[in-house]
C-alpha cells in the first residue's frame, strides 16, 4: 500500500517524522514544504515555478505550500495516485474554524478533491509558552488507532484490511484528528467530533519601522471555544483524540433549500 505524507511546519518538523515512522510499514514517501507554511490554508502556486528537491530516498521538499506539495507529489513524485495521504503531525491544533486556514489541513483537502482518501493530524500544543515535553509519537499511534477505527467503521469489518477497506472511503471526505498533548497511557479513547468554534482576540499590533513606515501584526490570542457538546474542542480539552469527518462540499442545505423553494 502507497502513502504520500506531507504537512505544513516544513519537511524537517518532528510531526512529519513521528508519522512516517508509525506508517513504516508500508510504503511511504514524504513531500513536505521545504520551510514552515503555517496557516497558508489553500492555494496552489500559479504565478511562479516551483522547485521539487529529493533530500534522500522517499524524502522530497517543494519550495511551495502544503497543497502545491499534494499535487506535485501525486502528479510527479509518484506519478499515480496513492492509496492514503496523511497530512501532519501539525505542531498545534487545528480545531474548529482553524480548518480554514491550516496548511495541515488544506494539503489534506487538496488529496480530498483529487479523489484521494485522506487525513490531518494535529497535535494540541502551545503556541504561547514551551510545552515539556511534545508527544509527538503518542500522537503518531493515536492517529493510526483512530483511522483503523474509521476504516473498519467504513467498511463494516471485523479484521482490517487495509485495501478492501479504503475503497469503502466516503467520495469527498477528510478526517481531521486532533490529539491532546499527553502520553499515550494518559488518553482517554478516541471520539467521533463535530467541527467546534474557537474563540481569537482581534488584537493588531501597530508598529513604526527604520524608515517611519507603520507596519502590522495581526493574529488575536486564543481565548477559548465555544461550549459545543462533543466538538472537537470540547473532546481535546477533555482528554480525548477528537476525529471530525469533513466533506469538500460546504453547501448550507438548509439555507440552499430555503432559497430554492422561495426563489
Known amino acids: 500500500m502507497q502513502i504520500l505524507i506531507s504537512n505544513d511546519d516544513g519537511v524537517n518538523a518532528p510531526g512529519i517524522h513521528a508519522l512516517a ?8 514517501v514524504v513531500v513536505a514544504p521545504e520551510r514552515e507554511r503555517s496557516t497558508t490554508g489553500h492555494s496552489l502556486t500559479l504565478h511562479k515555478p516551483l522547485r521539487l528537491q529529493r533530500l534522500q530516498k522517499n524524502i522530497y521538499w517543494v519550495s511551495g505550500g502544503p497543497a502545491d506539495c499534494i499535487y506535485l507529489g501525486i502528479n510527479e513524485v509518484l506519478g499515480k495516485k496513492p492509496d492514503l495521504v496523511l497530512s501532519g503531525i501539525n505542531r498545534g491544533a487545528n480545531l474548529g474554524q482553524d480548518v480554514f486556514y491550516s496548511g495541515t489541513a488544506s494539503a489534506a483537502r487538496e488529496a480530498a478533491n483529487l479523489g484521494v482518501p485522506s487525513m490531518a493530524v494535529s497535535l494540541d500544543l502551545s503556541y504561547h509558552k514551551k510545552e515539556k515535553k511534545e508527544h509527538y509519537a503518542a500522537a503518531a499511534t493515536l492517529a493510526r488507532q483512530a483511522l483503523e477505527q474509521s476504516l473498519l467503521s467504513f467498511s463494516g ?16 471526505l477528510m478526517l481531521n484528528v486532533n490529539t ?3 502520553p499515550l ?5 478516541v471520539k467521533p467530533a463535530k467541527q467546534g468554534h ?21 493574529g488575536g490570542k486564543y481565548e477559548g471555544y465555544r461550549p459545543i457538546a462533543e466538538s ?12 471530525t469527518p469533513l466533506e469538500l462540499d460546504t453547501t448550507l442545505t438548509s439555507v440552499y433549500e430555503q432559497l430554492k423553494g422561495e426563489w
Not at 472537537?232 to 476525529?243: F, H, L, P, S
Open 21 to 28: 515512522k508509525e506508517f513504516s510499514d508500508f510504503k511511504v
Open 157 to 172: 469489518q471485523k479484521t482490517l484490511n487495509w485495501k478492501k477497506a479504503l475503497r469503502s472511503w466516503p467520495q469527498g
Open 185 to 189: 497511557a494518559k488518553v482517554k479513547g
Open 198 to 218: 474557537r474563540l481569537y482576540g482581534s488584537h493588531i499590533a501597530k508598529r513604526v519601522d527604520a524608515r517611519g513606515r507603520d507596519y502590522f501584526w495581526i
Open 232 to 243: 472537537d474542542c470540547w473532546w481535546v480539552d477533555r482528554g480525548y483524540v477528537a476525529v
Open 180 to 182: 491532546p498533548n499527553l
